[in-house]
């Protein structure tokens, strides 16, 4: 068997620096007849290969005749590489398998060496705490370092403070009070300002009664009340003094103050 077949480096996939190869000179050496992109996009399906765990990928920029263009390169490791390998299922694919199974062995008969004199236990300490310094550093960079998982955070952080806001009103609610609970500094809420998203929303119509859809669902009730007429409707003889006028007040049930949350935070934006 020929010596380096392929070209086997150390690189990082995941927080791992691992010996893996280039897909792309592996497909070559298999002598696929299929495009590289969908064989690879293929096998990574069919075989639930993982990114960050068996392969990761990067665009690389190829000089053409004229002018350049972006190539998807795939790095996967050994065991990806065996794999993809054996289910190619051809003599090509047989033969790198056996060349990836020598390798493996000699890499791991090179780690199991102990140090035979004071330099080589010496490097090899600094080999292995440069590996720990920088696992230590890919940490902190995904702890503090990334954005957006900071802003999933607050985002979540806002649910859990939501959720246990609803915790404490298993019963329904009217508006003006759910608009009370919900308010923030950034996403200040009053009642009317609530009507007035869930109308535009098509959730509540022009007399800020819900939709027939809505109570359906159970996101909202409605209680039938009375109430004492005012001085205006009385001089204007819409009913008398003595006389209770009735009317429907609308709640929101504890599956509709998730409803209506969501809905709220996606109209301003947030």
């Known amino acids: ?51 960050n765990v068996d392969y990761c990928s990067y665009n690389k920029n190829v000089k053409r005749a004229i002018g350049s263009s972006v190539q998807k390169e795939y790095i996967i490791t050994l065991d990806m590489a065996k794999e993809l390998a054996m289910v190619e299922n051809n003599e090509k694919g047989r033969e790198i398998r056996k060349y990836f199974i020598e390798i493996e062995k000699k890499y791991k008969l090179e780690q199991h060496k ?13 080999v292995s705490e440069k590996v720990k ?16 998982k900071n802003k999933l955070i607050e985002y979540q952080a806002e649910y859990v403070d939501f959720a246990k806001t609803i915790k404490a009103t298993i019963n329904a609610i009217t508006f003006e009070k759910f608009a009370k609970l919900i308010s923030k500094p950034k996403l200040n809420c009053g009642r009317n300002r609530l009507y007035k998203a869930m109308r535009e929303l098509k959730i509540l119509q022009y007399n800020n009664i819900p939709y027939q859809d809505y109570i359906d669902r159970s996101y909202f009730e409605l209680i039938e009340k ?42 301003n934006g947030k």
């Not at 001089?235 to 209506?260: A, F, H, P, R, W």
Request: aromatic share 10%; glycine share 2%.
């Open 133 to 148: 310094l920088q696992l230590e550093k890919d940490v902190k960079l995904l702890e503090y370092s990334n954005e957006e």
């Open 1 to 51: 068997m020929e010596n380096n077949l392929i070209i086997i480096s150390k690189n990082k996939i995941g927080l791992e620096e691992v010996n893996s190869v280039n897909a792309r000179e592996l497909h070559k050496y298999l002598e696929s007849k299929r495009q590289f992109g969908n064989w690879i996009n293929e096998r990574i399906v069919n075989y639930d290969f993982k990114i």
């Open 114 to 126: 102990l140090p035979e004199n004071y330099i080589e236990a010496l490097e090899a300490l600094v």
């Open 226 to 267: 009375f109430r004492e007429p005012n001085d205006i409707e009385i001089k204007n003889n819409k009913c008398k003094k003595d006389e209770k006028i009735n009317y429907l007040q609308v709640m929101i049930t504890s599956k509709g103050q998730k409803y209506v949350y969501d809905r709220w935070v996606k109209y």
